[in-house]
C-alpha cells in the first residue's frame, strides 16, 4: 500500500513539474511575440510555484517595462538580485532604471556592478558613459564610450554619443567622423547630428 502512494506522489510531483514548464515555455513565447500583459499573466502564474526562478523573475520585469509598469519591473529585478548579486541582465536593468529616473550615480553603481562581473559589456560602458556626461564628467565619458567601441566596434550609439560629446569639447572633426561611423552602422540620428555641426 505504502509503494503505490509513493508511485502516485511521484507521479503527482512529474505532472506538476510538466505542468510548470508548460507554463514557462508559453510565458517564454509570449513575451517574444511581444505580448507582454499575457506573458506577464503566465510568468504570475509560474512563479507561484516557483518563486525563485531566476529567468522568470527577469523576464516578468521586462515585460512589466514593456508595458510601463516601472515600479512593478524595478521589484522583479531587485528580486533577482536579492537570489543573485552578480546578475548581469538585472543589473544593467536597475542602471537603466535609475538612469531614466536621472539618478545617474545610482545608475553608475549599477553598471559598475555588470562591469566587475563582466568587463567587457559594451553596453554597460555605453550607459555608463552616458550617465558620466549627464553629470558632466566628459573625460572618464569619453573612456567609457571608447571602451563601448573597443568591446563592439559596431555599437552606433556608443559612436553617437561620443561624437556629441566630442562636440561639447570642440573636436569637431573627430565628432563628424563619428556621427558618419554612426550613421554607417543604421543610427538615424546621426544625421540631424551631421547637417547640424559637419557641412
Known sequence: MKKIGLILMILTVVALSACNKSVTREADALYKQGKYKEAIAAYDEYLTTKPKDLKSLYNRGRAHEEVGNLSQAKEDFESVLKLDADNLNANLSMGKYWYNQKDFTKAIYYFDKVLEVDGRVSTAYLLKGRSLHQQGEFPKAKENYDQAINFDNKNPEAFLYRGALKIALNQTRG????????????ASEANDALAKYCK
Open 175 to 186: 565628432a563628424c567622423n563619428d556621427f558618419n561611423r554612426a550613421k554607417a552602422l543604421g
